[in-house]
């Protein structure tokens, strides 16, 4: 009875030390194509596709949605609609807009690009496939 009593309290200890020397769970990496909702200080559309964001300092994005936003170039107001802190180009990050004619719309986010300037934002988007594009302001 006293050999079964030891194997019954070996057994959790040996178990457990398995456990200590198996590798430590990754951490996700850190993603270039992500930027937090609480910089972002202005976002404009450029065309039906595309919306320059400028978060705070002097860093600017090109947000591409994953199709063509109808009237994203007549859009009152832009926001993101995120569970989480930041808005990144892998699809599951929603653009909103409302305009004068709708209601809230949404487009998934399909890619950030960091930039120098909203002028180098539309530069980068002429040598794509034309879409509507916004007026001036």
Known sequence: MTKSI????????????GCASA???????????????????????LDSRHVWVKASANRHYLFTVDKTCQDLVIARKISFLEATVRVCGDGNSLLAFTTPTSDLMRCRVER??????????????????????APEE
Request: aromatic share 2%; hydrophobic share 40%.
């Open 6 to 17: 030891v194997v019954v309290l070996a057994l959790p200890a040996a178990l457990l030390s």
């Open 23 to 45: 590798p430590p769970p990754r951490t996700s990496e850190p993603r270039d194509d992500c930027v937090y909702t609480r910089d972002i200080n202005t976002i404009s559309a």
């Open 112 to 133: 950030v690009q960091a930039v120098r300037s909203k002028d180098e934002a539309k530069e980068l988007i002429s040598v794509e496939e034309p879409v509507v594009v």
